[in-house]
Nanobody
Framework: QVQLAESGGGLVQSGGSLRLSCAAS????????MAWYRQAPGKEREFVAG????????RYGYSAKDRFTLSRDVAETTIFLQMNSLRPEDTATYYC??????????WGQGNQVNIAS
């Protein structure tokens, strides 16, 4: 089992920045991939950014390119999402997802991000 604890959401003005964190605990040795997703009211959950834990390869979804940066702290088994130039359409609940090499998926509790216009 892997537990994911998210932090860092909140309310900022359009154009501002936020940094989300997701700390994994439990059977972290089995992690294969970690990622950020988001879900806005009335919309489907969408991929934001992810990292292959074993190689460090990072990928971004369309909404994150050029504005968001994913990074990690291997020792703390934590990933971060630095979000810059935030827009009202970035308002959503942001979720951290962990995938293990045993094909199990785990989700964090969700972190609300609100961008005021």
């Amino acid at each position: 089992q892997v537990q994911l604890a998210e932090s860092g959401g909140g309310l900022v003005q359009s154009g501002g920045s936020l940094r989300l964190s997701c700390a994994a605990s439990g059977s972290t040795f089995s992690l294969y991939d970690m990622a950020w997703y988001r879900q806005a009211p009335g919309k489907e959950r969408e991929f934001v950014a992810g990292i292959r834990w074993t190689t460090g390869n990072i990928r971004y979804g369309y909404s994150a390119k050029d504005r968001f940066t994913l990074s990690r702290d291997v020792a703390e088994t934590t990933i971060f999402l630095q979000m810059n130039s935030l827009r009202p359409e970035d308002t959503a609940t942001y979720y951290c997802k962990g995938e293990t090499k045993y094909y199990a998926d785990y989700w964090g509790q969700g972190n609300q991000v609100n961008i005021a216009s």
